[in-house]
């Protein structure tokens, strides 16, 4: 479970770059806005790059990795959310795509806390 964050990385650097070049595509897939899109797009770049941020540390502090635990969970939230507000619009798709986001980070979230004394161990 070590390379954890390492998963947690690339999955939301795919996720998050993926968005942003088929942008139009999955808008017209989704059934959802560009502007949605971009929003999830550049929220998961972003995260991504906190998440390599841990994942390169010699040392993480509790903080820190509470931190990415409590933002994985708050995005499992949102999407949950986006799925509700856009259920009567988006394709089956784009709520498939919502409703997956949100268990596959929700599960990373219950990971990254049920190994966090592993986590939080100095690296090689």
Same mark, same amino acid.
């Given at each position: 479970m070590k390379n954890l964050l390492w998963i947690d990385c690339i999955a939301g650097a795919l996720?998050?770059?993926?968005m942003?070049?088929?942008? @139009?595509?999955?808008?017209?897939?989704?059934?959802?806005p560009t @502007?949605?899109?971009?929003?999830?797009?550049?929220?998961?770049?972003?995260?991504?790059?906190?998440?390599?941020?841990?994942a390169i540390r010699r040392t993480r502090?509790?903080?820190?990795?509470?931190a990415l635990i409590v933002a994985n969970g708050v995005?499992?939230?949102?999407?949950?959310g986006l799925a509700v507000h856009w259920a009567g619009t988006a394709t089956l798709f784009g709520?498939?795509?919502?409703?997956?986001?949100?268990?596959f980070v929700g599960r990373l979230a219950s990971?990254?806390?049920?190994?966090?004394?592993?986590?939080?161990?100095p690296g090689p």
């Open positions: 996720a998050g770059v993926a942003l070049l088929l942008l @139009d595509w999955l808008a017209a897939l989704y059934g959802m @502007d949605l899109l971009v929003f999830i797009g550049v929220a998961n770049v972003l995260y991504a790059s906190y998440s390599l941020s841990l502090t509790p903080i820190l990795l509470n995005w499992a939230l949102v999407c949950v709520m498939a795509h919502l409703l997956a986001e949100a268990l990971l990254e806390w049920k190994w966090r004394g592993l986590l939080l161990a």
